[in-house]
């Protein structure tokens, strides 16, 4: 009998049918993480259609795809990896952000608690 292969989810992902909204990006360029991730459906993504760059406007998450996507390392994402490389908390360590995806999140799992302080720093840039 083989085990079943947890699926992560991808906290940088687009707005597609059956995706997540994580967060809002903030006049500073930051994410408020919102404390319950809402559903995206086809009728939210036809409405988004003419909103440029929506994901610069909100972030999105959904399932990790691993070797599927250009981030992907071979064994763990870069993103969330160039994101900490450069990345210095500041101030006293306080709880982590609320936050509904991190049970399955590949950047949590991967990183830890240091993901999850640098997550609202990520706004999502498809054109990359």
Known sequence: MTALKKKFSCPSSVCE?????????????????LP???????????RSKDIPDIERRFRFSGTCLEKGCKQWTGHSCGVIENVLSSFTPKGKAKGLPECSLRI???WFSQE???ACKACPLVVTDVHA
Do not use: H, W, Y
Not at 36 to 46: M, N, R, T, Y
């Open 36 to 46: 319950v991730a809402l559903p995206i459906d086809k009728e939210f993504v036809q």
């Open 17 to 33: 049918e059956g995706a997540q909204m994580l967060g809002v990006v903030k006049n500073d360029g930051t994410v408020s993480i």
């Open 112 to 114: 830890g608690r240091a």
């Open 104 to 106: 399955n999140c590949r």
